[in-house]
């Protein structure tokens, strides 16, 4: 399928997605949340996919925010609408797992992007920040509820109050991020990351996902339960023989994901 305003490639059960709009710091619009959708959907349907990584075109960003010319136009429907929102939800609850390679500036929706993924990776060059405020706005695209839950609640005030600017570093204390490589080495960490990851059995892979966001929404208790019951799945599949064999048998696991 050909895009607009994102570029796609599938190497070795890998699929990248680029944010293609270097003239616009690749700023969201609608035109780009509806093609980074079709993509996932798309890669969905492959079964050689194991795992994706989300990157921006150029050196300067990520994603630069959502795009202002676009905002202007906004009234209250819009916000109850929440299309940026719903599909940043749709991403957390992807099946594959997901990795942000975050180049340049990661700022309001580009941070929102990256902090629905499940990993995220930072070149030393990186900047975030969530400045809604400064335009008489919030975070909407979830960044006021993700960023608390990955930071703690303080922080996160302070950072979405204040709109300021911060380095990959800070971001890397503060856990936002998982690592932070010189900008020449971004992707080759994404990839060596999402390989340590499809080496994995497929299907824990996805129940851990499962597991770990969900638990996170409620009590203890109830997270151990879903925890019991994806152990319980894993227990019958095939999955869990290949691993077990090819353990014993000193050989790397030919995982199905059934």
């Given at each position: 399928?050909?895009?607009?305003?994102?570029?796609?490639?599938?190497?070795?059960?890998?699929?990248?997605?680029?944010?293609?709009?270097?003239?616009?710091?690749?700023?969201?619009?609608?035109?780009?949340?509806?093609?980074?959708?079709?993509?996932?959907?798309?890669?969905?349907?492959?079964?050689?996919?194991?795992?994706?990584?989300?990157?921006?075109?150029?050196?300067?960003?990520?994603?630069?925010?959502?795009?202002?010319?676009?905002?202007?136009?906004?009234?209250?429907?819009?916000?109850?609408?929440?299309?940026?929102?719903?599909?940043?939800?749709?991403?957390?609850?992807y099946?594959?797992?997901?990795?942000?390679?975050?180049?340049?500036?990661?700022?309001?929706?580009?941070?929102?992007?990256?902090?629905?993924?499940?990993?995220?990776?930072?070149?030393?060059?990186?900047?975030?920040?969530?400045?809604?405020?400064?335009?008489?706005?919030?975070?909407?695209?979830?960044?006021?509820?993700?960023?608390?839950?990955?930071?703690?609640?303080?922080?996160a005030?302070?950072?979405?109050?204040?709109?300021?600017?911060?380095?990959?570093?800070?971001?890397?204390?503060?856990?936002?991020v998982?690592?932070?490589?010189?900008?020449?080495?971004?992707?080759?960490?994404?990839?060596?990351?999402?390989?340590?990851?499809?080496?994995?059995?497929?299907?824990?892979?996805?129940?851990?996902?499962?597991?770990?966001?969900?638990?996170?929404?409620?009590?203890?208790?109830?997270?151990?339960?879903?925890?019991?019951?994806?152990?319980?799945?894993?227990?019958?599949?095939?999955?869990?023989?290949?691993?077990?064999?090819?353990?014993?048998?000193?050989?790397?696991?030919?995982?199905?994901?059934?």
């Open positions: 399928m050909a895009f607009e305003t994102i570029l796609t490639d599938i190497n070795n059960g890998l699929g990248t997605i680029t944010i293609n709009r270097p003239g616009a710091r690749n700023a969201l619009n609608p035109t780009v949340v509806r093609e980074l959708r079709a993509a996932l959907e798309g890669f969905a349907d492959k079964d050689e996919l194991r795992a994706v990584v989300f990157t921006g075109a150029g050196d300067v960003a990520f994603v630069a925010g959502s795009d202002i010319t676009a905002l202007a136009g906004y009234a209250a429907g819009d916000g109850l609408s929440a299309k940026m929102q719903r599909f940043f939800d749709y991403l957390e609850d099946e594959l797992p997901t990795i942000a390679a975050m180049n340049g500036f990661a700022l309001g929706g580009g941070i929102e992007l990256a902090m629905a993924c499940d990993i995220r990776i930072a070149a030393e060059s990186a900047r975030f920040g969530l400045p809604e405020t400064n335009l008489g706005i919030i975070p909407g695209a979830g960044g006021t509820q993700r960023l608390s839950r990955l930071v703690g609640k303080g922080r005030v302070e950072l979405i109050l204040t709109g300021r600017i911060f380095d990959s570093e800070e971001a890397l204390r503060m856990g936002l998982t690592e932070v490589v010189p900008p020449p080495e971004l992707m080759d960490a994404a990839r060596r990351t999402a390989g340590q990851i499809m080496a994995k059995g497929p299907l824990a892979i996805r129940l851990a996902k499962l597991v770990i966001k969900n638990g996170a929404e409620t009590d203890q208790r109830t997270g151990l339960l879903l925890e019991r019951l994806a152990q319980s799945l894993l227990y019958t599949s095939s999955d869990k023989s290949e691993g077990l064999n090819a353990f014993l048998e000193k050989r790397p696991a030919a995982f199905t994901g059934f």
